[in-house]
């Protein structure tokens, strides 16, 4: 009888390698120099929680909102205006609407009452070698008197703008949605 080819035939079959498996024992190691030194610790950004207050002033005639401006770093020109809602930080000890009253006047010269809270918008930023995350208490302002001027050391411009063009002027998206969804304010 004669086997079938690859039928078992010790002088037929080929001589396979068998595979070592994965787990090997210990083996020798060589260790260049970058695996001598200590593992580093990963270094993150600082965390860094910030919360601030503002919103939107309306004017006496109920048709103009309140906005401020400062010039775009990153524009080369050097001419675009980013406008944005007032806000500031809050102090110790003050509440939310007090440090909106507070920061709207220091940042334009506009005295001003709440007339409703608008909502919160919290944000993540990176400046300073930070992640910093923001949060913000929006109201709804009421103008009743003071002098048009922006704060020098943080604002390059304020004005007034109509009400229907509010949403349009705003830099940010976070405040355009803001001020769309509870101001009542159409663009």
Do not use: C
């Not at 009888?1 to 010790?10: D, L, N």
């Not at 920061?103 to 809270?117: D, F, H, M, Q, Y």
């Amino acid at each position: 009888m004669i086997p079938a080819p690859g039928a078992g035939s010790e002088g037929a079959k080929k001589k396979r390698k068998r595979k070592r498996s994965g787990n090997r024992g210990p083996q020798p190691q060589t260790q260049t120099e970058a695996q001598k030194r200590p593992p580093v610790k990963k270094s993150y950004a600082k965390r860094v929680d910030e919360v601030s207050a503002g919103g939107l002033v309306i004017d006496t005639t109920g048709k103009l909102g309140l906005l401020i401006g400062r010039f775009d770093l990153k524009d080369a020109t050097g001419k675009r205006v980013l406008w944005s809602l007032p806000k500031g930080h809050i102090e110790e000890g003050e509440t939310p609407e007090q440090a909106a009253i507070r920061e709207v006047a220091e940042e334009t010269g506009i005295n001003s009452e709440i007339t409703k809270s608008l909502g919160v918008i919290d944000f993540w930023f990176m400046a300073g070698g930070k992640r910093i995350h923001k949060t913000v208490h929006h109201f709804l302002f009421t103008e009743v008197g003071g002098v048009l001027a922006p704060q020098e050391s943080e604002v390059d411009k304020v004005s007034w703008f109509p009400l229907e063009e509010i949403v349009d002027r705003l830099a940010y998206p976070d405040e355009k949605k803001l001020i769309l969804r509870t101001a009542g304010i159409t663009p």
